[in-house]
């Protein structure tokens, strides 16, 4: 994917977005597809940011996800660069990812893992590391990472 059509913000200017949340969605040639949030913050939409039914461009930085009481950035959104990894003094910028969405998530380990079954592992504090998968070649799913919690449930 090359680029998409901007949908719509799944979340309002001024909400906070926790990490994994989904914050917008894309339409590519194939699908729609819920974007999620790599970070967290809260969601500022910029004035010149693309409106429903734009085109918009791998990395293309769509707002920003500030600190609590972070003030918006100055600077036009068409005279800054690309993104670039965030420190904790600039805003999170929020962009059409460079890989698909829906990717699984592959550890060191050599497993891999559902990008909703990881967030679920993540707050329910789970180390998915050490569940054998269900899914196809072994893939962890989010029935296993439930499955794991109610383990951890019973074992308690």
Do not use: C
Not at 8 to 14: A, D, R
Request: proline share 7%.
């Amino acid at each position: 994917m090359e680029e998409g059509i901007f949908v719509e913000w799944l979340k309002q200017e001024g909400e906070r977005v926790e990490e994994g949340d989904m914050l917008f969605v894309l339409e590519t040639d194939k699908a729609q597809q819920e974007v999620e949030s790599f970070d967290s913050g809260l969601l500022y939409v910029p004035a010149d940011a693309p409106q429903a039914g734009d085109t918009v461009t791998l990395g293309q930085r769509l707002g920003y996800l500030l600190a609590d009481g972070e003030d918006p950035p100055a600077v036009s959104e068409s005279a800054r660069p690309t993104p670039t990894p965030s420190t904790k003094s600039e805003p999170t910028e929020a962009f059409v990812p460079q890989a698909a969405q829906h990717a699984p998530v592959t550890r060191s380990t050599g497993k891999t893992i559902s990008p909703r079954a990881a967030r679920l592992a993540a707050e329910l504090d789970i180390d998915w590391r050490a569940i054998a998968g269900t899914g196809r070649s072994g893939r962890i799913r989010e029935t296993d990472i439930l499955s794991a919690a109610e383990r951890n449930l019973k074992g308690t």
